[in-house]
C-alpha cells in the first residue's frame, strides 16, 4: 500500500488488501467517507431478567477515516428491547421493556493487526415494567457501554457484536415506582450487575463496502459455436459456523446455609472452533459464589466443557433464588443464556 494515496486505504478499509486483492477506489476519494451501521436484530439482557428481543432496527450514522480507519457516530439510535413472561420477585410476572439512548457520539476502532472492530460510547438506560395494571419506570443514570466484533466481512458487510455496561443504583422516575426499583428490579440486576448487547447486522460505506459488483460483458462471437453437453453444477460447500448449546443440570433442595449446586455444560455444536468464550454466572441476591466468570480461549467443533457451580445460601437467601448463566462467542457473535431456580428450606 503506497503512502499518502487515500484510494489504496480506503480499498484496505473494503477488504482489497485483506483479501490479497483489490477493489480499485478512486485515488481521489475523500479520506472521510459517510459510513453507517445497522443491526436489524438484537437482544439485552438486564441482570438475570429474562432476555429481551429489539423490536426495531438500531442504527449507526456517521463516518470513516480512510487514512486512520477512525469512525465517529452521531446519531446513535438504539432500538428497545422488550422481553414477556418476566418474573419479579413478590410481584409476579409481566413485561420488561429496556430502552437505551446514547448520550453522545459513539466511536469505532479497527484494528488489522488484532482484526476486529470495536464500537463504544456513553449511554443512559430506562427500565419499564408492567405488571398487571401496574407500570414501574426505574432510570439507570449514564455509563460507558463498548461493544466488540470481529472485523466485518468486506464484501458483504456482515458484521456482529457483543459487549455489556456496568449497572447503577436504579433511580424510580416516580414515586409510584421507588418501592419497585429498590426493590424487585434490584433483585435481579444489582449495582455492579451488567447489562448484556448483542447485535448482529452489516455496515456500510457507498462505494466501497459492500463491494462493488463488476459487470463483464462478453464479447459478441464471431462465428457460431458448437454446443456443448450442460454439466452438473458443484453444489457449493457448506460454510463452517460455530454453534453454542448450553444445558444445566438440576440441583438439590437445600436448607438455608448450606450449598447447593449444579452442573453447566456447554457444548460447541457447530462445525468450526468457536474464538474467545466467557461464561458469566449471575450471583442471586442473598447468595455467595465461588466464581462467576469462566474464560475460554477457544471451543473446538465437538467439544464441551463441564463447569460444576457451588451457590451457598445465607439467612437472606429467598427460597426459589434464580441463577441465570450466560455463555458468549464475542469473536463469532453468538450468545446463550439458561437459568436454574434453586429450592431453599428452612
Known amino acids: 500500500m503506497m503512502r499518502g494515496s487515500r484510494g489504496a486505504r480506503a480499498a484496505a478499509i473494503a477488504g482489497g488488501l485483506l483479501a490479497g486483492g483489490a477493489l480499485g477506489v478512486s485515488a481521489a476519494s475523500a479520506a472521510s467517507l459517510p459510513m453507517t451501521v445497522t443491526f436489524p436484530g438484537g437482544t439485552v439482557t438486564a441482570g438475570s431478567f429474562k432476555q429481551a428481543t429489539a423490536t426495531t432496527p438500531t442504527t449507526f450514522t456517521g463516518s470513516i477515516d480512510s487514512t486512520t480507519f477512525a469512525s465517529s457516530f452521531d446519531p446513535v439510535v438504539f432500538a428497545d428491547a422488550r422481553a414477556d413472561g418476566v418474573s419479579f420477585t413478590g410481584l409476579g410476572t409481566g413485561s420488561l421493556v429496556v430502552k437505551t439512548t446514547a448520550t453522545g457520539p459513539f466511536t469505532g476502532s479497527l484494528s488489522l493487526d488484532l482484526k476486529n472492530y470495536n464500537l463504544s460510547g456513553s449511554v443512559s438506560q430506562q427500565l419499564v415494567a408492567t405488571i398487571g395494571n401496574a407500570t414501574y419506570t426505574c432510570n439507570l443514570q449514564g455509563g460507558s457501554l463498548s461493544l466488540s466484533g470481529a ?28 418501592a419497585f426499583c429498590l426493590g424487585a428490579l434490584v433483585s435481579g ?11 448482529a447486522g452489516s455496515i456500510a460505506i457507498p462505494g466501497v463496502v459492500p463491494a462493488p459488483t463488476v459487470v463483464v460483458v462478453p464479447p459478441t462471437p464471431t462465428t457460431p459455436t458448437t454446443p456443448t453437453t450442460p454439466t452438473t453444477p458443484t453444489p457449493p460447500a457448506a460454510t463452517k459456523k460455530p454453534k453454542l448449546k448450553l444445558t444445566l443440570s438440576a440441583a438439590k433442595a437445600v436448607r438455608r446455609g448450606q450449598t447447593a449446586s449444579f452442573t453447566l455444560t456447554l457444548a460447541n455444536t457447530g462445525t468450526a472452533r468457536a474464538r474467545s468464550v466467557v461464561i458469566r454466572i449471575a450471583r442471586p441476591a442473598g447468595t455467595v459464589l465461588r466464581r462467576t466468570q469462566v474464560k475460554l480461549s477457544s471451543l473446538p467443533a ?20 434464580k441463577v441465570a448463566v450466560t455463555a458468549r462467542s464475542t469473536a463469532d457473535g453468538l450468545s446463550v443464556s439458561r437459568s436454574r431456580t434453586l429450592k431453599v428450606r428452612g
Not at 190 to 195: I, N, S, T
Not at 302 to 321: D, L
Open 302 to 321: 465437538g467439544r464441551t466443557k463441564t463447569v460444576t457451580v457451588r451457590v451457598r445460601t445465607t439467612a437472606k437467601t429467598a427460597s426459589r433464588p
Open 151 to 178: 472485523l466485518p466481512n468486506f464484501t458483504t458487510g456482515a458484521y456482529a457484536v457483543a459487549g455489556s455496561r456496568t449497572a447503577p443504583i436504579p433511580v424510580a422516575a416516580d414515586a409510584g415506582s421507588a
Open 189 to 199: 440486576l444489582p449495582a455492579g450487575g451488567q447489562v448484556q448487547h448483542t447485535y
